[in-house]
């Protein structure tokens, strides 16, 4: 059954769209959550499970690989760990693929969405309060990687609105981050790129699908404060970076009759400037024939993108 392939049945509202159907190869599918220790981290190369971070919860983490420097995947929003080890084409998935070179991992963020048929919120980590923000989430994932003893350096890769939580992470962390991938990333400039459009906007990307409507632990992000705490966080600093955007466009939800997709896209497009703003000599590498998705697209060129900026901050160091 290695080439079946699984079709997401539903629209998940995720960061900044909705998930296209997507047909999903069954072997690429994440391993089930397994305890495990935080002895064990230091005998395995290779692990999957649920890491205890304190304060009676736990997160599951995936990692694979050796070597420094450490890569981190975040997701979207909504998204959990699935999308790093999903490829519709060019494979092998990011999270193997980059594993060929150096340690990489994933993990979910309480109330995310896994890749299923039907699709069900992950209960492979406790839930927490929502909704949350850019530092709830940061220390959270600073725990976690404390725990499970992957040191840094650490290159960051951000999917959509993970773009947003890695740049926090990396401006709270300045010693900890060397680079960082954006993956078709959400901007901080957004609210003002959109304008009028911003309300309806917010509106569309936080209603979760009807089957999580009434489920309390359903991820739900406060971009407007979390955008706050990277403004008041101090600056950047110089780091390779690595911009990637979508070509094709935006999947149109049904709960977006009132919103202006032409906005929506000028928004993503001029945002994607201001991300390639952020440092200097950054390629911006527009990914022809991709949607939202182009680490499932096209898992080579975020692959690609990754090694370029391991390479250029080897050179920095």
């Given at each position: 059954?290695r080439?079946h ?10 960061a900044?769209?909705?998930l296209?159907i997507?047909a999903l190869h069954e072997?690429?599918?994440a391993e089930?959550p397994?305890a495990?220790s935080?002895?064990q981290?230091?005998?395995a ?9 304190g304060?009676?919860?736990k997160?599951y983490l995936?990692?694979r690989?050796?070597?420094q ?6 997701s979207?929003?909504?998204?959990s760990?699935d999308?790093w ?7 092998p998935?990011?999270?193997?693929g980059?594993?060929?070179?150096t340690?990489?991992?994933?993990y979910d963020?309480p109330g995310?969405?896994r ?6 919120i ?5 839930p927490?309060?929502?909704p949350?923000?850019a ?5 959270d994932?600073h725990a976690l ?19 947003l ?5 990396a401006q709270?962390h300045p010693?900890?981050?060397i680079g960082?991938v954006?993956v078709?990333a959400f901007?901080?400039?957004?609210r ?7 309300s ?5 990307i936080?209603e979760?699908?009807p089957?999580f ?6 991820e739900?992000i406060d971009?407007?404060a979390?955008?706050?705490?990277i403004r008041?966080?101090?600056?950047l ?16 939800p049904?709960?977006?009759?009132q919103l202006s997709?032409d ?8 945002g994607?400037?201001?991300l ?6 950054t390629?911006?590498i527009k ?10 697209n ?11 900026v391991?390479?250029?901050a080897?050179?920095l160091?």
């Amino acid at each position: 059954m290695r080439n079946h392939m699984l079709i997401l049945a539903r629209h998940l509202v995720i960061a900044m769209s909705v998930l296209p159907i997507l047909a999903l190869h069954e072997s690429c599918r994440a391993e089930e959550p397994a305890a495990i220790s935080n002895l064990q981290f230091e005998k395995a190369d290779d692990f999957s499970g649920a890491v205890d971070i304190g304060s009676g919860r736990k997160l599951y983490l995936m990692c694979r690989g050796k070597g420094q420097p450490a890569v981190i995947l975040e997701s979207g929003y909504h998204e959990s760990s699935d999308a790093w080890v999903t490829a519709d084409a060019f494979p092998p998935a990011v999270l193997p693929g980059v594993a060929e070179f150096t340690r990489v991992c994933a993990y979910d963020r309480p109330g995310t969405a896994r890749y299923t048929v039907p699709p069900q919120i992950n209960d492979r980590s406790t839930p927490a309060p929502m909704p949350r923000t850019a530092e709830a989430i940061e220390a959270d994932l600073h725990a976690l990687l404390g725990a499970a003893r992957v040191s840094p350096p650490y290159i960051l890769v951000g999917h959509s609105l993970g773009g947003l939580l890695v740049r926090y992470f990396a401006q709270v962390h300045p010693d900890e981050v060397i680079g960082m991938v954006m993956v078709d990333a959400f901007p901080i400039e957004m609210r003002d790129l959109l304008g009028a459009e911003w309300s309806t906007y917010r509106t569309v990307i936080d209603e979760p699908i009807p089957d999580f409507v009434t489920d309390p632990h359903f991820e739900r992000i406060d971009v407007e404060a979390s955008i706050a705490e990277i403004r008041k966080a101090p600056g950047l600093k110089k780091m390779p970076l690595v911009v990637l955007s979508k070509t094709e466009p935006f999947a149109r939800p049904p709960n977006a009759t009132q919103l202006s997709f032409d906005s929506v896209e000028q928004a993503w497009l001029e945002g994607a400037a201001e991300l390639v703003r952020l440092q200097p000599e950054t390629p911006h590498i527009k990914v022809t024939g991709s949607d939202h998705y182009i680490q499932v697209n096209q898992p080579d060129l975020v692959i690609q993108s990754i090694r370029l900026v391991i390479e250029r901050a080897g050179k920095l160091q």
